[in-house]
């Protein structure tokens, strides 16, 4: 049996994560929002003005009542500002498993940044939420995405082949898992 929390914050070395605030939305158009080859790698839409992102915040601020909902932003501590996203996005209660979603900005990438939440994430949901098995997918042209998800310990299930349609283009979605025994 799952334990609910809701969101609550975490914080790793060089991260905070918490719930978001409406005073995140300039960080979020500077740093990921409005960047179409960032959004479009977890399909989902650009935003470029202040009162889309309201909209968006509406949608997230408004579903942290719920006991089994989990967004968090990414701080990063040194600058003190939102950096990225990271969720459960898909929460299956009877199954006792959850799905992580995350984007973190260009200029923050390729510094483990993502391996940092997503390690933290993993674990408040094994130790907190008392899941059984955390799934993640991402796009075969994700080669990024793909580098977090193996330093993170995942296991490789399967691929849905021709799963997006992408720029003309078919995209494999490729999904990995780990379940609480296997996390270190």
């Not at 959850?98 to 674990?123: M, P, S």
């Not at 098995?133 to 042209?141: A, Y």
């Amino acid at each position: 049996m799952l334990t609910h929390t809701g969101t609550v914050s975490i914080e790793t070395e060089r991260l905070i994560l918490r719930k978001f605030e409406y005073a995140d939305d300039e960080n979020m158009l500077k740093y990921w929002v409005s960047d179409p080859s960032i959004q479009s790698m977890y399909s989902e839409p650009v935003y470029t003005t202040k009162e889309e992102v309201k909209e968006l915040l509406n949608k997230y601020i408004s579903a942290y009542e719920k006991d089994n909902y989990y967004r968090w932003a990414i701080i990063l501590k040194d600058i003190g500002e939102c950096i990225g996203q990271i969720a459960y996005f898909l929460v299956n209660s009877e199954n006792h498993f959850a799905e992580i979603e995350y984007c973190i900005g260009n200029q923050f990438q390729r510094r483990d940044l993502a391996t940092e939440a997503t390690k933290a994430v993993i674990q408040f949901g094994f130790n907190k939420v008392n899941l059984h098995k955390v799934q993640i997918c991402h796009k075969s042209i994700n080669i990024a995405s793909r580098r977090v998800i193996e330093k993170c310990g995942f296991v490789y299930e399967g691929t849905l082949r021709d799963f997006f349609y992408v720029d003309g283009e078919y995209v494999d979605r490729l999904y990995y898992s780990i379940l609480k025994n296997e996390f270190v």
